[in-house]
């Protein structure tokens, strides 16, 4: 039996379909089982915290979000800011029943109501008593130097992800005393 020209033709696309499914498939799988270098690269951040002062924030990120690096002075205490009722963490807790002991650490930059970038106020606000507070001008939320929710519109606190400080060294992406993102 002669094949026809139609045949050739039509033998000769199924294959190029079946190398270039295959080239899509190996493609699909490669990135599917090895991680990106950009995705590695910002799996963890480290900072020198020897250089930030007490009532100072240090701005940079972590998997692509503001990352807000505080130092409360050694005295600090939480009492006297007026929280929101109900804005707890995805532990049902607020922040500094989780970061109590610790005057550095780490919260994500997010304001959890619309995902602005909050400004930190070490001199207060009238929300908040003239304390230290993290001030989203957006629509009005006001955040603890913890994180918590004073007033506004924030359902819950500022996003407290996993990290370890080692001496002077914070390494936010890695278990220590936060275990896992909050």
Same mark, same amino acid.
């Given at each position: 039996?002669?094949?026809?020209?139609?045949?050739?033709?039509?033998?000769?696309?199924?294959?190029?379909?079946?190398?270039?499914?295959?080239?899509?498939?190996? &493609? *699909? @799988?490669? !990135?599917?089982?090895?991680?990106?270098? #950009?995705?590695?690269?910002?799996?963890?951040? +480290?900072?020198?915290?020897?250089?930030?002062q007490p009532l100072q924030v240090r701005v940079t990120s972590w998997k692509g979000k503001t990352l807000f690096v505080?130092?409360?002075?050694?005295?600090?205490?939480?009492?006297?800011?007026?929280?929101k009722d109900g804005a707890l963490n995805s532990k049902g807790k607020r922040n500094y029943e989780i970061l109590k002991?610790?005057?550095?650490? &780490? *919260? @994500?930059? !997010?304001?959890?109501?619309?995902?602005? #970038?909050?400004?930190?106020?070490?001199?207060? +606000?009238?929300?908040?008593?003239?304390?230290?507070?993290?001030?989203?001008?957006?629509?009005?939320?006001?955040?603890?130097?913890?994180?918590?929710v004073i007033t506004g519109p924030p359902p819950r606190p500022l996003f407290i992800p996993p990290q370890k400080l080692?001496?002077?060294?914070?390494?936010?992406?890695?278990?220590?005393?936060?275990?896992?993102?909050?």
């Open positions: 039996m002669e094949a026809s020209r139609r045949d050739f033709i039509s033998i000769g696309i199924g294959a190029l379909g079946a190398v270039g499914g295959l080239g899509a498939l190996y &493609a *699909l @799988v490669r !990135v599917m089982l090895e991680p990106s270098e #950009i995705a590695a690269l910002g799996a963890k951040t +480290e900072v020198d915290v020897s250089k930030i505080i130092r409360l002075p050694k005295d600090f205490s939480p009492e006297g800011y007026p929280l002991g610790h005057d550095v650490f &780490a *919260l @994500v930059g !997010v304001c959890t109501h619309l995902g602005c #970038i909050p400004l930190w106020k070490p001199q207060g +606000e009238e929300a908040s008593k003239g304390k230290p507070t993290f001030h989203c001008p957006c629509h009005g939320g006001f955040y603890t130097p913890y994180g918590d080692e001496g002077n060294k914070l390494t936010v992406g890695v278990e220590g005393f936060v275990k896992e993102l909050i």
